[in-house]
């Protein structure tokens, strides 16, 4: 099955709604309807031909310092894996930090499970981009939903509002 990408201000209802608000104000994004049930990132893969090097996870990050606990988003090739524990802790000035649990991510970005992107996020949340997401002519990424993934260069996410480029795979 192949993936029939359109303009993304053609098909605003395959988006979450915080995804909707904030993708007009973002340059060259497009979307595609999936099977709901391969929106996992090995399984969309597979069956769509999208190599792993040109998908890119979202991940929600909690950071916590003195009782305070503040979110931040890191984008990353799903080749790779975000070093949370280095990298990310030591960039949010955190003590400790760690994947914000799924149901608690999932209530505040307003978007499911799977389909987390790092556009439409809370304005005060980072977003860190990996610098080989940044590179990368186009990636391919959630929507907010699970039944769409958005694509899009990597030059976009890394013009993202709140958004700072860094190594971030350990």
Not at 47 to 54: C, F, M
Not at 89 to 96: E, M, S, T, V
């Amino acid at each position: 099955m192949s993936l029939h990408w359109v303009p993304v201000a053609e098909r605003t209802d395959l988006l979450a709604e915080p995804v909707a608000r904030a993708v007009s104000g973002v340059e060259g994004v497009e979307v595609a309807g999936i099977d709901p049930d391969l929106a996992d990132t090995a399984a969309f893969c597979e069956r769509y031909g999208v190599t792993l090097d040109e998908s890119a996870n979202c991940v929600i990050v909690a950071a916590r310092r003195g009782g305070e606990t503040r979110y931040a988003a890191c984008v990353v090739l799903a080749t790779t894996r975000a070093d949370v524990n280095g990298v990310v802790r030591r960039h949010l000035d955190a003590r400790k930090a760690s994947f914000a649990p799924m149901a608690e991510a999932v209530e505040l970005t307003g978007m499911e499970y799977g389909g987390i992107t790092p556009i439409g996020l809370p304005e005060e949340w980072p977003v860190l981009v990996d610098t080989r997401v940044a590179e990368h002519a186009r990636v391919v990424i959630g929507s907010g939903v699970r039944h769409s993934k958005l694509a899009l260069p990597g030059a976009a996410l890394a013009g993202l509002k709140r958004a700072e480029v860094l190594p971030l795979a350990g």
